[in-house]
């Protein structure tokens, strides 16, 4: 573990813990995202900044969560392109295992033209096609997007940890991913991410943030973000990317400096 590693370790033990029983009531299904891309060394400050403010939540002893999430999109890459070319309302369909408690569910993620993401998911077996179908997933998707199983493909994997964060009015969730690997189906290549840290501040509404005054103290600015496209122009030279250029040359940076 390195010493910035250490230091996030220790910062996050500071904060009390909220068990995932607790949280029951702070879904957000309906709600705004507000992402901001950083570093280790900024997420270690904010952190220690958090303190007094935020809990972190805490499953079988653990504050550090693992996820494994691939996407699905069809042969022309439309959700990728949705994103790309800004059209709202756009949509994800994305299968997700939370690698701790080994849960797997498929999703939705709708993104609509007045900033708000509403996600819609129900439980599967596993990431098999088969199996998804099985369970439903190919009517889930069919109502929400217009799309069945048989003409989607997983087109990009990810693996990452994160940390997960409430401030005291239980009104807010904030997601703290970092670690991110990518793994591309069709092209088979991998991609890392070095230091890279991507904060999600997830509410209803715009009701006061306490971590919007942390984070503009530490200078970190509001940048949106997306793994899924980030993580398909990182293995796939052959995609449209022309509008994640500066997204794609600062994760490289990072990952270059690690």
């Not at 809990?55 to 494994?68: F, H, L, P, T, V």
């Not at 959700?79 to 408690?101: C, M, W």
């Not at 306490?210 to 793994?227: Q, Y």
Request: charged share 30%.
């Amino acid at each position: 573990m390195t010493k910035i590693d250490q230091s996030i370790q220790h910062w996050l033990e500071q904060l009390p813990p909220i068990s995932l029983d607790e949280m029951s009531g702070i879904k957000l299904m309906n709600r705004t995202d507000t992402k901001f891309v950083t570093n280790k060394r900024k997420l270690a400050a904010l952190l220690e900044l958090a303190h007094g403010q935020y809990y972190a939540q805490q499953i079988e002893g653990s504050r550090i969560a693992n996820y494994r999430t691939v996407y699905w999109d069809t042969p022309e890459y439309r959700f990728f392109l949705e994103h790309h070319n800004g059209r709202a309302p756009r949509q994800k369909i994305r299968v997700r295992t939370y690698l701790d408690s080994d849960l797997t569910f498929l999703e939705v993620k709708t993104k609509n033209n007045h900033g708000r993401t509403k996600k819609k998911r129900i439980t599967v077996p596993d990431h098999d096609r088969h199996d998804i179908i099985e369970a439903g997933g190919s009517d889930f998707t069919f109502k929400l997007t217009g799309e069945t199983f048989d003409g989607i493909n997983p087109t990009v994997q990810n693996r990452f940890q994160r940390i997960t964060l409430v401030n005291k009015g239980k009104t807010e969730r904030l997601t703290i991913d970092f670690n991110v690997q990518f793994h591309n189906f069709e092209t088979e290549e991998d991609a890392e991410t070095g230091e890279l840290v991507i904060i999600e501040l997830k509410r209803d509404g715009n009701v006061y943030s306490p971590v919007l005054d942390i984070l503009r103290r530490l200078r970190i600015k509001a940048s949106g973000f997306s793994k899924y496209c980030i993580g398909s122009v990182m293995t796939n030279d052959h995609l449209k990317h022309n509008r994640f250029k500066p997204k794609l040359a600062w994760v490289r940076h990072l990952v270059n400096s690690r």
